[in-house]
């Protein structure tokens, strides 16, 4: 008798062991626990992009998908694709009878067209394209270099799994968003597209992306934080602008909306960008200041 004992012994002890080490391995991102006196909601920092093996999500936030009353994402993309096309080609496109690219000085025009095709890219097939679109377009080029998948993104998952089962909320619009980067005077548009390109030729988008994507899939505190602190310092047109525009002036409505769930129902999940966790104005350090117990778990 002793030794089956021992063998069932061992046995439950391995898989155990396996158990826990599987779900360190799987802590991907950044996830916090928020409660005010009656309520939870758990927040966790995704990545637009991503790979199969980044599936199945750990078992912490996949528990609070299964137990949660309602997802809340930045934007629910697939809702509705063809309105987000709309809103894209509303946005992101010249009007008609727009110079565009012709508008630009010759020598400009020249020296944009020659670092578009030194990125494989035909000149002609973007001139549509207001400059803010095409520096979108250019960022998820670069990452498919890298085997990232848009499709495969992690809030495009998330709103997979939970589908037709429970509420999708948006805590912002894809008009919103777009209309973010179009309020932007062409000419500051223009000069973002040429430092984009800079930063494509000597390889630092690539190498940004990289740390970006290598954080997350370590849910590596430390080297989040470092992301933050370039992300404060760096002078430059693309720092400037993700620090004020796309994170600043966002985080804030976020966090109102992220707090007014915490006090409507139990247990709902909220998953924004792992960039709008980070820092002294990310959505933790606001929702604190907001008077709610923000825990980081991982």
Do not use: C
């Not at 035909?122 to 803010?132: F, R």
């Not at 992300?231 to 985080?251: G, M, P, Q, S």
């Not at 960039?275 to 002294?280: A, I, M, R, T, V």
Request: charged residues 25%; without cysteine.
């Amino acid at each position: 008798m002793r030794r089956p004992i021992i063998v069932v012994f061992l046995s439950l002890f391995l898989s155990s062991f396996l158990m826990a080490f599987q779900a360190l391995a799987a802590e991907r991102g950044a996830l916090f626990k928020v409660t005010d006196k009656e309520h939870t909601l758990y927040l966790y920092g995704t990545i637009h992009a991503g790979k199969p093996d980044y599936y199945p999500l750990e078992p912490r936030i996949s528990g609070a998908l299964a137990a949660a009353p309602t997802l809340a994402l930045e934007v629910d993309a697939m809702r509705d694709p063809q309105a987000v096309a709309a809103v894209f080609q509303q946005y992101g496109m010249f009007a008609p009878g727009s110079p565009g690219y012709a508008g630009l000085a010759p020598e400009r025009r020249a020296r944009i067209e020659a670092a578009l095709k030194g990125q494989g890219v035909d000149p002609a097939a973007v001139a549509p394209l207001k400059p803010w679109m095409l520096i979108t377009l250019l960022a998820v080029a670069d990452l498919a270099k890298l085997g990232f998948d848009p499709a495969l993104g992690v809030d495009a998952h998330l709103a997979g799994q939970v589908r037709g089962r429970i509420p999708i909320a948006e805590l912002e619009t894809v008009q919103y968003q777009a209309a973010l980067f179009d309020r932007l005077p062409l000419e500051m548009q223009w000069k973002l597209l040429e430092e984009t390109l800079e930063h494509m030729a000597s390889g630092q988008q690539l190498r940004e992306s990289r740390e970006l994507f290598d954080a997350y899939e370590r849910a590596d505190q430390a080297a989040l934080d470092r992301i933050a602190q370039r992300i404060e310092t760096d002078t430059d047109l693309i720092a400037k602008f993700t620090r004020e525009v796309l994170l600043d002036e966002r985080n804030g409505p976020m966090a109102d909306k992220v707090a007014a769930m915490v006090k409507r129902e139990n247990n709902a999940v909220a998953a924004v960008g792992l960039l709008h966790l980070l820092g002294k104005r990310g959505v933790p350090e606001l929702l604190r200041e907001r008077g709610l117990k923000v825990e980081r778990v991982y």
